[in-house]
């Protein structure tokens, strides 16, 4: 399998390098859209502002790299705080591998956890994937490949599977495992209070292969925050989840010390909390002021290692600013933004798409008005104005969020009122937002381009092939970056 990613390597650099040779230098206005827009400056400031938050509380950070997938911004993130990473795919696990980015190589990256729960049908590219990289890393054997688990069939498993790699008198060397908790999203995870927790770390100190490095919450649900506060009391489940679970290993080690290797027990002492999400991650920017949060923090950190996790800070989306958990640090204010709206200079990411058809007042009369009579000829656009972009689900995607639409236009600026209201496959329809007479955008004519941020960075960027660089809201390529792709 090792062959074939590195296949996958050389097929990336080739695109990218031939992709910078074409584009680097030329104006957006040269791109082909739809295409995906990143600004660097705004990545920058987005994970100095997470770096800001963990000095700040004391603790560790674990970069999520699932949003981007490039050695790019991962570099950004982990720069002078991490060499923790979380990979939802086995692709971005070998894509941090790739000598020629150097993050396994040069040391940046140390540490991965594979954040989904392990299925058999990996475990043998799991295993080879942590050779190369020990290989590769600077720091050898002490490379970290960490795995989830929530059942104690996967421990089964991961032990049917060392079983093979090792003889019955070697003191083998087998997999580091976090126990994911459920937090209320009813996703991956075993709820703390349940027997199903004891079941399963006994299962765990039983065995001969896999280690016990510690807990990991994610509430997935603070996205439904509407409110810094809100966004607290998700970070608070999480904290007071992973302290319930450090309380249950603690009974099971000891009532269960006798069924329990000695020498594999655990893989940390004490054992690692890893909490987080981007909206409870930005929450605890609120913990010197918040006493639950810092009383569950300074308990936590009295009986374990506090690790923070997260990834789409680095560029952020539609469906963050609507948390309104954002601290606010961006240095290019919005003059048109109120309430949530003044975090969209945050969002690091945008969809340039032109303008491909317009229907004056369509959406009011139920049919367009004559073109020689639409809003075209007037300063501000009409209620009931539409017009056609060439961005649809492919290049958006199709996920919504609490602001309505699945994009918003904010540039040009005299644009910003303008809302993707509808989407096809290929192409989007876009209308006047609900709250545009508060200060009515101009009008979009046929040929115009627009950047539109998406609801969900991470399933946007999925879509494409490459990101188009800018730089502080430029309007100049000043990089292109290949994403890792693929499972």
Known sequence: MSSIRQLD??????????????????????????????????????????????????????????THKTPEITRIQLQGVSDRVIVSTLAEAWGLLDPEDGLVKDGSVRDILYGV??????????????????????????????????????????????????????IEDGFSVFVKVETGSRRAGV????????KLLRVILASRHVSLH???????HSYDSRGMEESQDFLSKELSSGLEALEVSKRVMQEDASRSSPVRKLDSDPLVLSVGSTPTAHAASQIPSDQL?????????????????????????????????????????????????????????????EVVSEYPQRSSKGQSVEWSSSSTTTQRAQPGDEVMVDAGAIAMSKDRGPLEGFGIVVHPTEKIGWRLERISQEHGVCSLSPDHHLKPPTPLKVGERVRILPQHACLTCAQHPAYFVIQDGGDQVVDVWVPWKGW
Not at 192 to 197: A, F, I, K, V
Not at 214 to 220: C, L, S, V
């Open 9 to 66: 390597w050389q097929v990336r650099r080739s695109k990218q390098d031939l992709l910078r040779s074409h584009f680097k230098g030329l104006g957006l206005s040269q791109l082909k859209t739809p295409c995906l827009l990143i600004d660097k400056k705004v990545v920058e400031e987005n994970c100095e502002r997470m770096r800001k938050i963990v000095t700040d509380w004391g603790v560790d950070l674990r970069c999520h790299v699932k």
């Open 117 to 170: 729960p392990v299925g058999a049908g990996k475990l043998e590219e799991l295993w080879e994937l942590r050779e190369v990289a020990r290989s590769t890393s600077p720091c050898g054997e002490d490379f970290k490949l960490r795995l989830i688990v929530d059942h104690p069939k996967q421990v089964e498993q991961l032990d049917l599977f060392l079983n093979s790699k090792f003889s019955t008198s070697e």
């Open 191 to 198: 709820v703390p209070d349940s027997p199903n927790l004891e």
């Open 214 to 220: 510690g807990f990991y919450a994610h509430a997935g």
């Open 293 to 353: 949060l810092e009383r569950l923090g300074k308990e936590i950190k009295a009986k374990a290692k506090l690790e923070l996790h997260a990834g789409n800070f680095a560029l952020l989306d539609l469906q963050q600013v609507a948390t309104s958990s954002i601290p606010s640090s961006s240095s290019h204010p919005s003059d048109r933004g109120e309430g949530v709206l003044k975090n969209f200079p945050n969002v690091a990411l945008s969809v340039l798409a």
